[in-house]
């Protein structure tokens, strides 16, 4: 009996085993369609399956900077990327759509794109690298186009199917031998044919843009601009003439006299720059309650003058409620324990109670006062320090105006909402933006003086109280800040003016006298004497506002070189002699 039990247990075993290995047999067969994520299968360590063969792109959907379809390309089109996000296709590690990223799900590039299409010789800007009549860079009117179609490269900021990082284009075949310029036709100052400069002619400049044949980058008829398309200059041609030597007797003759860069303490006579008024920031109160509730009430409208302490609006809420109730039950509480120590105190003295009894009302004492104390505590964090029901009053802050209300009776509110703003424009702030040149001449501690438009005739004054550490990246200008007085309320936020920088205290700086400046070809050029004897170079210069016959240099010159002070003129006269010999005359 025991042998046909224990058989049975066996068979039964076996039966189980079997069942087991069915099932499981069944479930890989079930399962053995590709069902893991792309990011699963790129990091197939057997290389088998569909994972190791990539898809191919297409060649009209192909961003090759990148190597994804154009069209999920969240590095060209940043705009994208909220999209695969959303869709919880997206490689958080690389930046990329996850199913078609670059690094865990690689894609074949399309057949097609290793040969890239060749540029048309009469549409090419060799500047850039793209169709000239898809150059963004020289015709920044291009862009808001091209954005709108789609196809844009953020990232380059070209057209995304030129874009020559992501799509670069060959070179047109006939593109490598520049055009061979005439000599009788011909600027040697800017290297471009004379009949086309519109350095030297700006009124052909118009024509041009009408044309389409524009640089807008660097100002000359694109089909011949130095930098995109340079044109060879014709046999013989010189570059630019920038220097010039004189005989012996011609120097000995002209007056010339020689003085050396030094620093001088040089008043720029003021730096004018645009600006905005603004609202101080420390003179604005925004004001919000600090419990939920509903509004009750609303006293105060936009416009309205506040003055610290006045009623805006009046709210319930439940939450304070509470917490009123709270304090009066833990003060009354008190009162009781307060009352029962003082008759445990009695008692004691006469001898009556044990001193047991005193230290518990004592103890019962200190309890209810630390509860009254926490109670009133809550209060102040709600902004209020007693009173009764569940009703409670903002107020102003400050004096000021209120200039925004976003309350409305009835409205439920919270500790998140903004109820009001009251402004103090009596003081405002000038945020005014400084130019590059500028920034030698501008520092904290210099007065200014702002004129507005509406207001002509009339100027504020006030100091420099903050100037930026660094440059807006979009503008180039540094901002400044300076504050003034408003009490009239004259100056409102939003208006644009004009600020005059007062450069009177400016530190030494490097200074040539003005007389040394002469104009040529539109730029402020000085005379740098040279190594050769008698030999002089035509040096542009920038240079700050003059003063006292002085003139800050901000760029151009070192503190070691020597520039003509005085005759200055002979030597441009030498200069455009030889200039004209050439085709080219300046101003």
């Known amino acids: 009996m025991k042998h ?38 790129a990091h197939d360590p057997t290389g088998e399956g569909e994972a190791s063969s990539p898809r191919v792109a297409t060649s009209s959907d192909w961003c090759g900077g990148h190597g994804v379809p154009e069209s999920m390309c969240t590095v060209c089109n940043p705009a994208l990327a909220d999209h695969f996000q959303r869709e919880g296709d997206w490689c958080q590690e690389h930046g990329f759509p996850e199913s078609v990223c670059p690094v865990c799900n690689p894609m074949e590039p ?33 862009v808001d186009r091209f954005q709108r179609e789609g196809d844009w490269c953020q990232e380059h900021g070209f057209p995304e199917s030129v874009c020559p990082e992501c799509n670069p284009m060959q070179p047109p075949a006939d593109s490598g031998e520049p055009a061979q310029a005439s000599a009788s036709d011909w600027c040697s100052e800017h290297g471009v044919p004379e009949s086309m400069c519109t350095q030297c002619n700006p009124g052909l400049a118009a024509g041009y843009r009408e044309s389409g044949d524009w640089c807008g980058e660097h100002e000359f008829p694109e089909s011949v601009c130095p930098v995109c398309n340079p044109v060879t ?10 220097r010039v030597q004189l005989s012996e007797t011609a120097f000995q003759t002209s007056g010339i006299r020689l003085e050396r860069v030094s620093s001088h303490r040089v008043s720029s ?61 833990a003060t009354a509480v ?26 518990e009302a004592r103890q019962a004492f200190d309890e209810a006062d630390a509860a009254r104390d926490a109670a009133r505590s809550r209060l102040r964090v709600f902004g209020v320090r007693g009173g009764s029901g569940s009703d409670m009053t903002l107020t102003s802050p400050i004096d000021g105006v209120v200039v925004e209300r976003h309350a409305t009776r009835g409205e439920n509110v919270s500790t998140e909402d903004t109820l009001f703003v009251v402004a103090d424009a009596s ?53 400044v800040r300076v504050s003034v007085p408003n009490e009239d309320g004259a100056l409102r936020p939003g208006m644009f003016g004009t600020l005059t920088i007062d450069g009177g205290n400016s530190e030494p700086a490097l200074a040539i006298p003005t007389a040394a ?55 441009k006269s030498e200069l455009v002699r030889g200039q004209l010999a050439d085709g080219c005359a300046g101003d």
């Open 4 to 41: 046909s039990n224990f058989l049975f247990f066996l068979l039964l075993l076996a039966g189980f085993f079997v069942s087991t290995s069915s099932c499981k047999e069944g479930d890989a067969g079930t399962s053995s369609a590709p069902t893991s994520a792309p990011h699963e299968q």
């Open 110 to 142: 399309p057949a097609e794109a290793g040969s890239p299409s060749r540029g048309n010789a009469a549409d090419w800007c060799g500047g850039h690298g793209v169709p000239e009549s898809m150059c963004t860079v020289c015709n920044p009117s291009l």
């Open 233 to 242: 200059p014709p046999a013989g041609a010189s570059g630019p003439q920038t």
């Open 269 to 329: 006579g003021g730096v004018r720059v645009p600006a905005e008024i603004q609202f101080d920031p420390d003179r604005l109160a925004h004001v919000s309650p600090l419990v939920d509730g509903q509004m009750v009430s609303v006293a105060v409208t936009i416009g309205d003058r506040v003055e610290a302490g006045d009623e805006l609006a009046t709210f319930r809420s439940v939450e304070l409620g509470q917490a009123r109730a709270e304090l009066s039950r």
């Open 334 to 359: 008190r009162e009781t324990a307060q009352a029962n120590l003082e008759r445990q105190q009695r008692l004691r003295d006469e001898g009556i109670n044990s001193e047991r009894s005193l230290l």
């Open 427 to 479: 003081e405002v702030w000038v945020i005014a933006r400084a130019y590059e040149q500028h920034i030698p001449l501008v520092r904290v501690g210099m007065s200014a003086t702002l004129t507005v438009g509406p207001h002509e005739g009339r100027q504020w004054t006030g100091t420099v109280s903050y100037v930026s550490l660094s440059l807006d990246e979009t503008t180039r200008t540094l901002p």
């Open 517 to 571: 400046v002469q104009s040529l070809n539109g730029r402020d050029v000085v005379f740098v004497q040279g190594d050769a004897e008698r030999t002089f170079e035509a040096r542009t210069v920038v240079l700050g506002r003059e003063a006292e016959g002085m003139s800050p240099v901000l760029e151009g010159l070192s503190g070691n070189e020597t520039v003509v002070a005085a005759g200055a003129f002979i030597l």
